[in-house]
């Protein structure tokens, strides 16, 4: 029973869809599918528009005249004189109005235009007027003009058509009165007896909550027509294909259709608030970088012994202290080699000593500097506060070298350069428009 359900939900499902999208894509069905119309159009209340269709008609029986074995050329003259006049009324009046569809008469006008005088700004009145005129339509060349209108302004006739109005003002519509009404009784049957089976499955359950377990099959009975004159609140059926894939989900055991879609849009959604707030992030990094003084970062140029030292200048102490560890027990050791080559060819070309002292020499001053330098880091108290004090003469003075040359703003520069180009990069890769 549940599969039998799920089939009548589907085909109902396919119907609204399809009846919704029925009057937008009308044009297409007409001029491809004119069995579907012929059969569809009467339940939306569509029929031939009598000016076009007889219009039509008359260039028919033009076109029989010409191909018949001995051309009557007074039915002829009749008939062009008839579309003439026809051509000055469609252009008055105009038949499209109705059916919203007035860019299709200037599509009409437009081709006459350029095909009588060649340019747009020709009466059109003129051009059919010339168009269907006995001058132009001679043994030689009816059977062109008759080719041009066939391919580029009947189709734009065949696709005009009357639609009738309802006693509330509304165009006539049929699909609902006529086989939506069946389906939404079916639904409800369906629904009052989904809660009843809850109601006795599940025995502390009142009616009220039995009922809400089974809501989303209420969406079942919202009617796939406009309720309220002028409000177009037709396509809230389309909610059903909610329930739908509820019932996909149960019946079958296959992922829920609307699951699927609600979950693609919201990593969809999410991914696009993420990068726009990554891009944020970095905008208002460069605002805060920009509008930091830098200089006031900087170690002061002279400095009180009784002022306790800065955070900052802790910081930048620790930072000093740590770079050198890595020079001496990283850096230092690995281009050992290459000093001491340095140091040797500085006292070859300094002093004339032979290439061995020379050697000897050099070898034995990196091993002292070595050595130097090594315990220059040793827990010495004394040789700890000297080296403190050299760090902070250090800082001292490159604080005030760096803030008379405009290093801070420099750097200040560099890094708002870096944060824009961090940002456009990001953009670039994500594609977000902003």
Known sequence: MELVLLIVATVNLGWVMFDLSYIPFHDYYALHLANVTHI????????????????????????????????????????????????????????????????????????????????????????????????????????????????????????????SYAEDGAFVDNYWRQFDVWFMGIFALEFVARTVATRFQFSKTTWREAAGANSIDLLNLIPAVNLILGVHVGWLALTRFLSWSEHIEHVLNLPSPAGWLLHYYAKAIADEVSDLVVVNMIAQMQ?????????????????????APSQTSTALNSLVKAQTDIVLNGVLPQVKPELEKFIEYKIRTTAPLPSSLSQSLA????????????QAFQQDPKEAQLLQQLLDKLLSVLGAEWRSHGTAEDLQLVLIELLEKTKQEYIRRNKIEV
């Open 363 to 374: 070898v034995t001053t990196v091993k002292a500097l070595f050595k130097v330098v090594d």
């Open 287 to 307: 605002q805060v970088v920009q509008e930091t003084d830098f200089s006031k970062l900087l170690p002061a140029a002279t400095r009180s012994v009784s002022i």
């Open 40 to 163: 569809y159009d009467p339940i939306k209340g569509i029929e031939p528009h009598y000016t076009t269709e007889n219009y039509l008609k008359t260039i028919d029986a033009l076109e029989a005249t010409f191909k018949g074995k001995k051309p009557d050329l007074a039915k002829q003259a009749k008939l062009l004189a008839s579309l003439r006049q026809q051509s000055e009324l469609i252009v008055d009046e105009n038949p499209f109005l109705l059916v919203d569809k007035q860019g299709t008469l200037e599509r009409i006008k437009n081709r006459i235009r350029l095909h009588v005088f060649g340019t747009k700004r020709a009466s059109s009145k003129a051009s059919f007027l010339k168009f269907w005129s006995q001058a132009n339509f001679t043994p030689e060349r009816w059977n062109k003009e008759l080719a041009f209108f066939d391919k580029s302004l009947r189709p734009l006739f065949e696709i005009n058509y009357y639609r």
